[in-house]
């Protein structure tokens, strides 16, 4: 059940991303999809019945709007210490906690950070992410944990558990 909801979810997207609906597309749409579905367990959740709540699919569509205004942010961020090399970095790696639970949700947050400009996640050991960040502004765990993780974890959280 598992393998053919993520291969539905997957051809979907597929066929979204694409915009065809030529024949030959829609077969090798639903040929990658399938074997992603059969080789990559992650995607699939434990629960297949919570894949068809409508929630989960507006909190995704207010995370993409969401992550790219931080994307947005952080790109104005990085261009301005890079154009003006008097601003102050204070680069160095925090460790932050995560409330996912999920490895797919967890992955979905190392990859959110990483593809903002100006963190990166380092690693990862169980709930705590090792972050570097080019402008350290606390090192207390739960100060960086708010400024890094929390704006993408309470959708992450509603969309992967």
Known sequence: ?????????LFVVWVIL???????ELFTGLIV????????????SDKPKKWFQP??????????FY?????????????????NPKLPI????????TKLKTNAGKLALANSITLTPGTLTVDIHDEWFYIHWIDVRSEDIQKATQDIVEGFEKYLEVIFE
């Open 33 to 44: 999809a399938a074997i992603v579905s059969m080789i990559s367990p992650a995607i699939s």
């Open 90 to 97: 204070n680069p160095g790696i925090v460790k932050v906690k």
């Open 67 to 83: 992550f790219i205004w931080q994307m947005i942010k952080s790109n104005l961020d990085v261009a301005k210490r890079v154009i």
């Open 1 to 9: 059940m598992r393998v053919i909801i993520s291969t539905v979810v």
């Open 18 to 24: 694409t915009q065809s609906f030529d024949p030959q």
């Open 55 to 64: 929630k989960r699919y507006v909190y995704l569509v207010v995370y993409l």
